[in-house]
Each structure stands twice: as structure tokens, then as C-alpha cells.
């Protein structure tokens, strides 16, 4: 097995020392000699019985108990021994090692790296530029060389933390050691390290090591065991690990692991007085809020989303291979509204009572959404097959969160969110992923400073953003220079607690979902002309919401039936808030045969089935007034005019620029690989469609999608009318708004594989 097959990685260490050959050491050996590693593999231990094993079983070419002995040509040590037998270890090195060997490479891969810091600075004076200290984040119960395992460290992370004087050349070499095993390697520095091994390894352990002794020393304990189920059992199996081990690792990092202690006990003395009261609503908030931070642990262990620890996490790529042709014919549901899904939730919170909320989008958006609800003190339940409850904590009731707020890929959340904090008695920031770092935020923080509101940005107003609480907003009437739904929504929440009236005009159309929404909650929003305003101080009511079909995903099933002949397509239960219908608008107006059916408003918001069955597409000059009310389903709309006959023409659209990435440069870079003819503008683009119902509209090819689901889900369904098939790369932010679509896209006729991988 060679664990680096498909990866680029290799070691090139001609002999590689490992000092102390257990269970991470032997390991270690396994997968270098899993990979092919061609150099000598040498072992010091003070056990001469597990280097003979070690040699019996293939791992290590030699080795001893004599430091000295083993370093001869060295060109790389590894020191894994326990913790506090570190500092003779390097006493050790030192004294062998001459002063001008600085091309041999010390590592280690100790669990607490202030300890091992300090070592170094004592021995040698400091840490040497040659060391890289280092942690894998992997192990087991079992212990001893016999228990090594090659794949230990395959898909698991190792985290060094370089000093500020570290040689390149070391960290190269000590990365790509761990690369070739397998792993996946990230830095951070000592402190954080040792804070965020306290609380994820260090703290658990130590709980099970309690809890199994507690219940070990009570006199029914052989019942007890007996009667114990898999929970318990799987808590406790790490209470079977190394005792001598972690004894020197909880006393190495006393104070970390002392901090996360407290933070432990604090939380577990709320939850006592929570079941000795019966406080319902705590016990559900705290509950919940743990279920769903571990299932955000689940698909980060999985590598199946880029959610939750987002400066720790290297993204999985996923590839979408099209086969071209197909068709589109079904009836069928597309997810929940996500700029309804993340109000809801919002105004849920802050509401007075209970909100029940149907439809919710379960995608990482939504959940992200409702991550940082439950992080500020709320308690939700859900989200199950779209229904989630809402216990509403009142317009003062938000707490304020242990950290960052982590919105992931989502502008609407960010903006949003910015509003509502600004108005909060707490600090807070708020952060996303990496392509949402990328977006302006100054056009929010600069309304929102005008109210009064104390906001710091990331150099060019972009993410991470800072709130200072506390803040006396007071309402402003704002002329908002674009069209932004996110911006009237941000003030409009502001104004939410700000003094007097907060008035917004907009230079044209955007979506009304937090008007509407607010008047739903029993909060007051009046509209004249192209202004809406508000007065602050008021309260919401909660009450049930049902979130219609998502417009913006419908479309990517509306423009496969538009295109495609013979096809007939039932969407059900579409929100067509006139706000949002600029796409039926515009495949309107380029011939799609599209119907309106069974028409009807639930909670405020106008929904309908829409019946979309092929017809020829024309090319059209796309009308300046129909552009904000489509702004999200143009890379979908472009895909409609690559197979219209004659040329479409977009402008007014500079918005599209600024979103997960530059959509007009980005479509336009994807319709030049398929072969489609157009033109690019600085505010849009002239597409010269292909329109033969008879024969392919386009060729096919390799398009990078830039990590933006939108432009992911256009080209694949350009398929349907390539001559061959469509390959899409970085296509994993899907799930951000459509969890569903490739199993929906099959549905309906096409033919899509995802392909997975982890560099």
C-alpha cells in the first residue's frame, strides 16, 4: 500500500532517527514504509525487547538505546517520548549533536508545546532554527510498537507550531514527512495549540479517566458495567490509554487544561441547576446547541463540509463529471427559500415566544445561521425534514457567544447579521469562509457607522468584521447608492433598536422577504414609492412560518426545461414574491413556454407550481429594470442564452462582480471553454446563442467553477446541450445552498458523478 499514491508528496530523509518506538513512533515508521520511503529508518529506545520487535516486524531497519549511536548520519530525529522525559532526551541530543549540524532536522510530537518550548530554551538556549516542534492529532487506547498502525495518521491532522526563527528548509522537510504519511499538515502558534489541545484531548480524557474511576470504586460497580450500554462504552475507551502518558501530559499543560476545567464545571453547575429547577429551556438550548455542534464535528472529521473550525480545516475538493444529454422531465420540489430560511431564524430568536418554522433550507448557509443563534444563548430544536422550533429570547434576550461568529459562505448571514449585533449590549465579530473574506462589507458598515454603530473591517471593508456593543444607534434616512436586499435588510434590523425612525431608499427593486417577515412578526414596516421605514423600539411576536421553494433553485430546473426538447417540467410550491420573479420575467420574454399554477399567498409571501415544458429560446436585450430582481439566477440565465438564437445582451448587472466570485468573468471563462461566442463588458455581456433544437448548442470541456455553487450547478446544466461531456471542478460549496441537487438533477434525467478528494 503506498499511502501516497495520487499525492505529490515525498520525504527524502537519508536517515531518519525516531527516538522512543510506541505506538506514534512505530507508527510513524509503518507509513513511511508504507509509502515507499527509501531511506534508513533508525530507532533509539530504552526498551531493547520493542526495537527487536520493531525489526521483526519490518518497521525500522535498527536501532539501540544509545542516542549517540543512532544520530550517526542522521539527517532527521523525531522525538516521541513522553512529555516530561523531553528535556533529558535533548540534554541528549545536544551533547551528541556538534553545534554546526544544522542540517539535521529536530521534531517531535508531544501534545502540549509550551513544555517542549521551554525544554529546548534550556538546553540549547533556544529553540534551535533546525527544530519544528509538532503534534499529530491521532493515537488509540493500545500502546507499545506492537500496536503500530501505517494509516494512524492518514486523513488526521498534524499541527507544527514553527518558532518566528524557524528554518524554511526544516519546516519544508518536517511537512512533507507527514505529508507522505498521510496527513493533513496546518501551523498555529504554542498558546493556541495548547488551549485547543486542553479542551478537544486533553479535558476529555481526563473526564473519562474520572468518571470511569468513580464508578470503578462504588460497591455495585460489577452491575454497573454489566448494564452498560454503547454510549458509555464509547466515552469511556479512551479511559484505556497510557496512564504514564497522560499523567505527564496533564501536568506539562496544568494550565490549559485547568482554564478548560472551569470553563467544564461552569457549564455543568448550569445544567445541575437546570434539572434541579426543571428549566425546560435550558436544558433544550444546551442540548441542542451540543447535537448540532457535533454533527458540525462529524463533517469535519469527514472532510464532507467546510464548516466550523474554518482556519483549521483544508476543503475537500469536489469535481461534478456531466454526461452530456439526458433530459428533464419530472415533478418535483426544490429546498426551502434561503434568504427566507436565515430571517426566520433571525427574527425567530428575537421574538417574544415560540416560532415553528416549515420548509427550512438544511443547507450550511441556513445551519450556519442557526449555529450562531444557539452560540448566543437560544434555544432551537431542528432542523428535522425542514421543520425547526424556535424558543424566541426577546429583543434584549441574545447572550453574548464564547467567539467568532462563523457564517461560512454566506453574504445575506454577514450583512444581516451586521445590522442585528450592531445593536446588541455585547462585543462580537463575525467571520466566514474563505471566499466570503473576499466580499465588501463596507457597504454595510458604513450605514451602520452612521447610526452610531462601532465597526472595524479587514483592510478594504472586507471580512472579519468587529462590533463594538453598547452602541446608541439612532435612525438615519439612508440612500442607498445600489440596489442591495442585504443592505435595506441590515439597516432595517438595526433600526430595529435604534432612536426613531429609520428610513431606507432604494434606487431599485430588491427582494422584500425582511418587510414582509418583520409585518408578519407583528413589527410595523411601511413602504411609499421606492422608500420603507421604521420605527425602533418595538417588540416581535412569534408565529408560524412556511417557508416557500427557493426561486434561485428552481431556476437552475427552469432554464434544463427551457432548453431541452422535449422536456415538461412541475415545480411545486415556488415562492414568486414579485421581487424575485425577474427570471420568469426574462425566460418569458425569450419564448419559454412557462405556467403559473394553483397561485396562492402563504404567510405573507405569494407562492405557485410552475409548469415550464421546451420551446425555442431568442436572444433579447435582458430589460435594466428586470437585473436586481434576477441578480442570483443570472450564471443560469446565461446558460439559457448560450442556447437562444441571436445574441442576449446583459447590462447594469456590475453587482454580479462582487458576488462568491466574479460571475461575469467567471461564466464568460466557462461559455469560452464550451466554445459559446460572447462578449464581456465591465456591467455584463453579449452571449451569441446557438439555438438548433436539432443538434448540440455548444462543445463540452473542463470549467472551474471558483468554488461558487451558482456557477457549479449553471454548467452542469449546460450539459444537457453539450456535444460532450462537462467536467466542473470545486463544485463542494453546492451544499452551501442546495444540498439536494445532484440527486434532484438525476431525477429529472441527467447524468452526474461526484468525484471526492483531499489534497
Not at 455581456?685 to 471558483?706: E, F, K, Q, T
Request: glycine share 10%.
Amino acid at each position: 500500500m503506498h499511502l501516497s499514491a495520487g499525492r505529490s508528496f515525498s520525504c527524502a530523509e537519508q536517515r531518519l532517527v525516531i527516538i522512543g518506538l510506541g505506538l506514534i513512533g512505530g507508527s510513524l515508521a509503518a507509513a513511511l514504509r508504507a509509502s515507499g520511503f527509501k531511506g534508513v529508518i533508525a530507532a533509539c529506545d530504552l526498551d531493547q525487547d520493542e526495537i527487536n520487535r520493531g525489526i521483526e516486524m519490518g518497521l525500522i531497519d535498527e536501532g539501540g538505546k544509545d542516542i549517540a549511536t543512532q544520530l550517526v548520519d542522521a539527517s532527521m530525529v523525531v522525538l516521541a517520548v513522553p512529555v516530561l522525559a523531553m528535556e533529558p532526551v535533548m540534554a541528549a541530543l545536544a551533547e551528541a549533536l556538534p553545534r554546526a549540524a544544522s542540517h539535521v532536522v529536530l521534531t517531535d510530537v508531544g501534545s502540549t508545546k509550551a513544555t517542549i518550548r521551554s525544554c529546548a530554551v534550556r538546553v540549547f538556549g533556544e529553540v534551535p532554527p533546525n527544530m519544528v516542534l509538532g503534534h499529530p492529532i491521532a493515537g488509540s487506547e493500545k500502546s507499545g510498537v506492537a500496536a503500530a498502525n501505517p494509516e494512524l495518521y492518514v486523513h488526521h491532522r498534524v499541527i507544527l507550531t514553527p518558532e518566528p526563527n524557524v528554518n524554511p528548509d526544516a519546516l519544508a522537510r518536517v511537512r512533507a514527512l507527514w505529508q507522505v504519511c498521510g496527513a493533513d499538515v496546518l501551523e498555529m502558534d504554542v498558546e493556541r495549540h495548547d488551549q485547543v489541545l486542553a479542551r478537544t484531548s486533553h479535558l476529555p480524557h481526563l473526564l473519562a479517566f474520572s468518571l470511569v474511576d468513580t464508578l470503578a470504586r462504588q460497591d455495585e460497580r460489577l452491575e454497573i458495567f454489566r448494564y452498560a450500554a454503547g454510549g458509555f462504552r464509547d466515552f469511556t475507551r479512551i479511559a484505556g490509554s497510557d496512564p504514564v502518558m497522560w499523567r505527564d501530559i496533564f501536568i506539562a499543560n496544568r494550565h490549559a487544561v485547568l482554564a478548560s476545567l472551569d470553563d467544564f464545571e461552569a457549564g455543568l453547575a448550569r445544567l445541575r441547576q437546570a434539572v434541579e429547577s426543571g428549566d425546560s429551556d435550558t436544558l433544550i438550548a444546551t442540548f441542542d446547541r451540543a447535537s448540532h455542534a457535533r454533527h458540525y464535528f462529524d463533517t469535519l472529521l469527514n472532510k464532507t463540509s467546510y464548516q466550523a473550525e474554518y482556519n483549521m480545516q483544508p476543503q475537500g475538493k469536489v469535481t461534478y463529471r456531466v454526461h452530456s444529454g439526458g433530459q428533464a422531465k419530472g415533478r418535483i420540489r426544490v429546498p426551502g427559500d434561503k434568504s427566507m430560511s436565515h430571517r426566520s431564524i433571525m427574527l425567530g430568536a428575537l421574538a417574544e415566544g415560540v416560532t415553528e418554522v416549515k420548509g427550512f433550507l438544511e443547507g450550511e448557509d441556513s445551519l450556519a445561521t442557526l449555529q450562531a443563534f444557539r452560540e448566543m444563548g437560544v434555544a432551537i430544536e431542528g432542523p428535522h425534514q425542514g421543520r425547526v422550533t424556535i424558543h424566541g429570547v426577546g429583543m434584549q434576550g441574545l447572550k453574548a457567544p464564547a467567539g467568532p461568529l462563523y457564517v461560512g459562505n454566506s453574504g445575506t448571514a454577514m450583512r444581516l447579521f451586521a445590522g442585528l449585533l450592531a445593536g446588541q449590549a455585547f462585543d462580537s465579530e463575525l467571520t466566514g469562509d474563505e471566499s466570503l473574506t473576499k466580499r465588501p462589507m463596507a457597504r454595510v458598515a458604513d450605514p451602520l457607522r452612521l447610526m452610531g454603530a462601532t465597526i472595524e473591517t479587514a483592510e478594504g471593508g472586507r471580512p472579519p468584521l468587529k462590533i463594538k456593543g453598547g452602541a446608541a444607534l439612532k435612525g438615519i434616512f439612508y440612500d442607498m447608492p445600489m440596489a442591495s436586499a442585504q443592505v435595506k435588510s441590515c439597516l432595517l434590523l438595526a433600526g430595529l433598536y435604534a432612536q426613531g425612525e429609520t428610513r431606507v431608499r432604494e434606487p431599485a427593486p430588491t427582494r422584500d422577504h425582511t418587510e414582509r417577515m418583520l409585518n408578519g412578526f407583528g413589527y410595523t414596516v411601511s413602504r411609499e414609492g421606492d422608500t420603507c421605514w421604521l420605527q425602533g423600539g418595538g417588540k416581535l411576536t412569534a408565529g408560524p412560518i412556511d417557508v416557500p421553494s427557493d426561486i434561485s433553485s428552481a431556476t437552475f430546473f427552469l432554464v434544463a426545461a427551457a432548453i431541452t426538447p422535449g422536456a415538461d417540467i412541475m415545480l411545486e410550491h415556488v415562492g414568486i414574491n414579485p421581487t424575485r420573479i425577474g427570471v420568469i420575467n426574462i425566460l418569458t420574454l425569450m419564448g419559454a413556454d412557462l405556467i403559473l399554477e394553483n397561485e396562492r399567498e402563504v404567510g405573507g409571501e405569494p407562492v405557485a407550481d410552475i409548469r415550464i415544458r421546451y420551446a425555442p429560446l431568442k436572444g433579447i436585450d435582458i430589460p435594466v429594470d428586470q437585473v436586481p430582481l434576477a441578480i442570483d439566477e443570472f450564471p443560469a440565465l446565461f446558460i439559457a442564452a448560450a442556447n437562444a438564437s441571436g445574441t442576449t445582451r446583459l447590462r447594469g448587472a456590475e453587482e454580479l462582480r462582487v458576488k462568491e466570485s466574479d460571475r461575469i468573468q467567471a461564466m464568460a471563462d466557462g461559455l469560452a471553454v464550451l466554445g459559446v461566442e460572447h462578449t464581456v463588458v465591465e456591467d455584463g455581456v453579449d452571449i451569441v446563442g446557438n439555438g438548433n433544437a436539432d443538434a448540440p448548442s455548444y462543445g463540452g470541456g473542463r470549467v472551474d467553477s471558483l468554488g461558487d455553487h451558482r456557477i457549479a450547478m449553471a454548467f452542469t446544466i449546460a450539459s444537457l446541450r453539450a456535444s460532450d461531456d462537462i467536467v466542473i471542478d470545486d463544485c463542494a460549496n453546492v451544499a452551501t445552498s442546495f444540498p439536494s441537487f445532484v440527486d434532484l438533477a438525476n431525477k429529472i434525467g441527467m447524468h452526474i458523478r461526484v468525484e471526492s478528494r483531499h489534497d
